[in-house]
């Protein structure tokens, strides 16, 4: 479905049993700009369910390009490919075969059997970039997609044919105006007198097709578009207004017309309540009757969903507006409940637009405004919802977050994205945003108190110098609550109250302790131990994250010297740096050298890590100040990678050493198909670009096992070691190593 004024993203069907490849298409896919959604199957029998909408795959789109793999399980892709060119409904769809087989006998099979394209799958991630870039070409350049939006003051007609997506929908007009009628009649008479009725009456050039089964009809109407459908409420598949609720059910923006031989007032009411435009009584019509009942039901229909389209959405981007946002978040909402999902809502306010438009004139305005939309729906997922809510107002809808942090990395984005300059007619124009932030369930349970608290959050943004993102909390919601944490976290640094635990990352073979990852804790007064998560958020907010990071770096370089000089094997103590600190750039750097000089710490045995959010918030300023610390012979890392939001390809622009794993996947990747293909992706590609792989989160020996298998570097987690005070670790460390195969215990 089109957004933001771009075409709707191409459904694209990518056959592959290779996980890491399929990933490596996906990103690649992403970097190309090619604006998609990509569907996987994994081998060809599930291709063709798929194709066919057979069992669980009943709804599924119908992809507009294929992407074939030929060796593949259960069904070889000459096969696939064989049926799909031999199946009327399917022969349309261009399919590319993408392999490793670079055989003659391979390439001229596959366009024997009239494939599109044949490409080879290269080796290097930039060839992968490329390749998917003539595939967009190829899609662009040799099929014809529908048309974009066009201007509101079009004809309703000509906006509502490409303004509703779905999987049957209404045809555009064909030749000097010629309308496309499906008449399903199981009466090879009555079918014959309807044809000739309508040939007769020579109002408008008909195209009239005939199906005599319901599930003829549906295959017809998979096979092209109409623009009316006659139906005879007697058919032998289905009978009844049965075919008429299955058939409504299947087509949108396609009127439909039922035809009976009875006079029933009460038959025609509950007709028209299941969806019918009209009911006509067959021998009660001549040519010139239908033939107008047509034209006012194709009218009809079109004329309501253009009102419904602009109910709906923002005219002037066409993005959705506040009442189809409430619609989708209490949907979402009602998901999030049923399957105990996190959902979250951001609200974007731009700053000082009020500016641009008295100084450069509303038109200048207007245009900002549809491009920032644009900006941001190229920002998110096509599964979130991008609305504008008000005049310089915009939300964003995430059905689904898997963590918090998410909602950082994407704010990033959409910030970072902000950084180049919107060019409006030949001026460039730069622009920010302030974004807040709420979350199903924390901040609220119904749709206007989550809109309420992204709301108030995004003040909080503005109030803390704008271009910036405030997630609102409810447990510290209050401007007096925020301060007394604050003044707390304050007295805990000046009164030492701060602790680091460190936690081992071992080598994948040998079991060796390759570094300590110091871990910041509060010991709080009352006796408790506050892990990060609990004050960090705050001290981000407030900016004393500068100053505590400060203080780990020294420490952390401080404990890591004093276990040199105890004699224990060397090792590498890393400490994590945050977004704030990374975008001081200079200041960092004299940081770190500063605790380097105080400590006597070796630059080699300090690691510094890094997370996705803090790389994309200002890319540049990142890319200068690692650049640096890595010229001085210290590590860096990226750490919890994997999220979806920053791009494999940006890794090779960076230092990093080593690619860390974000836990999520981790923990499911034994059993979870999607998670253990993302696992193999990321390593493949960094491997690619000469850095170790990370796993982090790693608790049972199952994990340690499918990890070796799949030439994981190193590993962290509980099955190793908990976080430890500095003075438990001493052992570990003299130890040297850690076992990886615990011997299981057995019941005497």
């Known amino acids: 479905m089109r957004q933001g004024g771009r075409k709707r993203p191409v459904d694209i069907l990518l056959v592959e049993d290779n996980p890491a490849d399929a990933r490596l298409a996906a990103e690649a896919l992403r970097e190309s700009s090619f604006d998609n959604r990509l569907h996987w199957a994994s081998d060809g029998v599930q291709a063709m369910a798929f194709l066919r909408r057979e069992g669980k795959d009943a709804e599924a789109p119908r992809p507009d390009l294929i992407l074939l793999d030929l060796n593949l399980p259960k069904k070889d892709g000459r096969e696939v490919l064989a049926e799909v060119k031999g199946d009327p409904s399917l022969k349309r769809i261009p399919v590319v075969v993408l392999t490793t087989s670079q055989a003659d006998s391979d390439r001229n099979r596959s366009y024997e059997l009239h ?10 991630w930039d060839e992968f970039v490329e390749l998917m870039h003539a595939i967009g070409d190829f899609w662009f350049t040799r099929v014809s997609l529908p048309d974009p939006l066009p201007a509101l003051h079009e004809k309703p007609s000509a906006l509502v044919a490409q303004a509703v997506p ?24 009555d079918a014959r007198i309807v044809h000739e009725l309508l040939t007769n009456a020579g109002r408008r050039k008909l195209s009239l097709s005939c199906a005599s089964t319901l599930g003829e009809a549906m295959s017809r109407l998979r096979e092209q578009p109409f623009d009316a459908i006659l139906l005879d409420l007697s058919l032998p598949d289905s009978g009844g207004l049965d075919g008429l609720a299955s058939l409504h059910g299947r087509v949108t923006g396609v009127p439909i017309i039922v035809l009976t031989g009875l ?80 959902l979250a809502v951001l609200f974007i306010d731009l700053d000082h637009f009020k500016e641009i438009n008295d100084g450069l004139g509303h038109g200048t305005g207007d245009q900002l405004l549809q491009a920032v939309g644009a900006r941001l729906c190229g920002s998110v997922r096509a599964s979130d919802t991008v609305a504008r809510v008000g005049g310089d107002e915009f939300t964003i809808l995430f059905p689904e977050i898997k963590r918090t942090q998410d909602l950082g990395i994407v704010s990033a984005k959409i910030l970072n994205s902000f950084r180049a300059p919107f060019l409006i007619g030949r001026r460039e124009i730069s622009m920010t945003a302030s974004i807040g932030a709420s979350l199903y369930p924390n901040d609220g349970e119904d749709a206007d108190s989550l809109l309420k608290s992204a709301d108030s959050a995004m003040y909080r943004a503005k109030e803390h110098g704008r271009n910036n993102f405030e997630l609102h909390s409810s447990g510290v919601a209050s401007l007096g609550e925020r301060q007394s944490l604050n003044a707390s976290l304050q007295e805990a640094l000046r009164r030492d109250q701060l602790v680091l635990h460190y936690q081992p990352t071992v080598d994948a073979v040998s079991g060796q302790i390759v570094s300590l990852e110091a871990l910041l804790r509060w010991q709080h007064p009352d006796g408790s131990l506050l892990r990060p998560s609990r004050f960090l958020p705050l001290a981000e907010e407030s900016g004393l994250i500068v100053e505590i990071g400060a203080w780990v770096l020294r420490a952390a370089c401080l404990q890591g010297r004093s276990w040199q000089s105890a004699g224990l094997p060397p090792l590498r103590v890393a400490v994590n740096v945050s977004h704030r600190q990374l975008s001081q750039g200079r200041s960092l750097i004299e ?76 923990r499911d990747v034994t059993f979870s198909p999607d998670d253990a293909a993302m696992v193999a992706a990321i390593t493949a590609m960094a491997h690619s670009l000469r850095m170790n792989v990370v796993a982090e989160g790693v608790q049972t020996g199952e994990q340690v096992s499918y990890l070796l298998r799949n030439q994981i570097d190193q590993m962290q987690g509980p099955y190793f070691s908990k976080p430890r005070p500095a003075e438990e670790c001493t052992e570990l460390i003299a130890a040297g190593k850690v076992t990886l195969h615990r011997r299981r215990k057995t019941s005497g």
């Open 166 to 189: 779905a999987p049957i929908h209404a045809a555009r007009e064909g030749p000097a105006g010629e309308r496309k009628v499906l008449l399903v009649e199981d009466s090879p008479s």
């Open 115 to 124: 494939a599109n394209c044949y490409f080879v799958k290269p080796r290097q």
């Open 591 to 666: 940081t770190v050298e500063a605790a380097l000089r105080e400590s006597g710490l070796e630059p080699r045995r300090l690691e510094i890590e890094v997370k996705e959010a803090s790389v994309m918030y200002d890319e540049s300023t990142a890319i200068r100040t690692l650049r640096a610390l890595h010229d001085m012979g210290i590590r860096i890392s990226i750490d919890d990678f994997g999220t979806g939001y920053a791009s494999l390809s940006r890794l090779k622009c960076f230092p990093f050493g080593s690619v860390k794993i974000d836990r999520t996947f981790i």
């Open 263 to 342: 006079k029933d007032e009460a038959l025609a009411a509950r007709a028209l309540r299941q969806g019918a435009q009209d009911y006509v009584v067959k021998g009660k019509f001549d040519g010139d009757s239908l033939s107008r009942a047509l034209e006012h039901a194709i009218e009809r229909t079109r004329g309501g969903i253009y009102v419904e389209y602009l109910a709906h959405h923002d005219t002037l981007t066409d993005l959705p507006n506040r009442t189809l946002l409430h619609d989708r978040l209490c949907l979402a909402l009602e998901h999030a409940r049923r399957n105990r999902l996190t």
